[in-house]
């Protein structure tokens, strides 16, 4: 329970601070306000969950639903200041309820700063996609939109590579400290580098390159593949932390 809680508000966070990075001039409101509504299930469920496994923790996202809902509301509206700043309270929420549930088990600050890194890899790339889907929705938007998401997705990437390789200096391997040996965590191991370290740079590399035809449809193809290369990928981590 406290797996799926930590996946959610990382997710949480990750998707919401994507939208304060997504100029609001060039893109139509309709999509933010579409976003956090997701923002807004995505904190639901955890709060319900925090319930039995995090009673302490809970009011943190559900105080993030209720300023995701309002956001909603204000991007209804066209109001784009106020929607842009619930995002970023949203987002500031939901990174101090990954917080929380990180120290409350034990991860330490160093425990933090991945969990956040994560949601940001996994926010940042589910926002790409879903953002190349609206241009179905609005296909006079410029694709440099487009573009500047998917770099800043491999940025948040770049420095989640960073963050392993000094874990990995540290412990002297590439496998996780303390973690069971065996066939299961090798697999656990290999799935976590072929899906999130190594799959989601080539694919976020080839929608990048596919925009330069440019074919938006083609590269939120890719994307949705990124997607689920970024989802599995940050769950397998987290299960290997949980393992370790």
């Not at 509301?73 to 066209?78: D, H, K």
């Not at 540290?170 to 799935?191: D, E, F, R």
Request: proline fraction near 5%.
């Amino acid at each position: 329970m406290k797996l799926l809680v930590d996946f959610l508000c990382r997710f949480g966070w990750g998707l919401s601070i994507a939208l304060v990075f997504t100029p609001a001039a060039l893109v139509p409101a309709g999509f933010f306000r579409v976003n956090m509504l997701v923002v807004l299930g995505l904190a639901t469920f955890s709060a319900l969950l925090c319930g039995q496994a995090l009673p302490a923790v809970w009011w943190l996202p559900a105080l993030a639903a209720v300023t995701a809902w309002l956001a909603s509301i204000a991007w209804f509206a066209e109001r784009p200041r106020a929607g842009i700043g619930l995002c970023a309270v949203t987002a500031l929420l939901l990174a101090a309820a990954t917080a929380v549930v990180q120290r409350t088990a034990a991860g330490g600050w160093t425990g933090v700063a991945d969990a956040l890194v994560s949601g940001l890899v996994t926010g940042l790339t589910v926002h790409a996609m879903l953002l190349g889907h609206w241009y179905l929705n609005a296909p006079g938007m410029r694709v440099d939109v487009l573009r500047r998401m998917i770099d800043v997705a491999v940025m948040a990437w770049s420095v989640q590579l960073g963050l392993v390789a000094i874990a990995a200096a540290q412990a002297g391997g590439w496998m996780p400290p303390g973690s069971p040996g065996g066939p299961t965590t090798l697999a656990l191991v290999s799935l976590r580098w072929l899906a999130g370290l190594a799959g989601l740079p080539v694919l976020l590399w080839l929608s990048r390159k596919t925009l330069d035809i440019p074919n938006t449809q083609s590269a939120t193809g890719i994307l949705y593949v990124a997607c689920l290369a970024a989802i599995l990928g940050e769950l397998t981590a987290q299960l290997l932390a949980v393992a370790a």
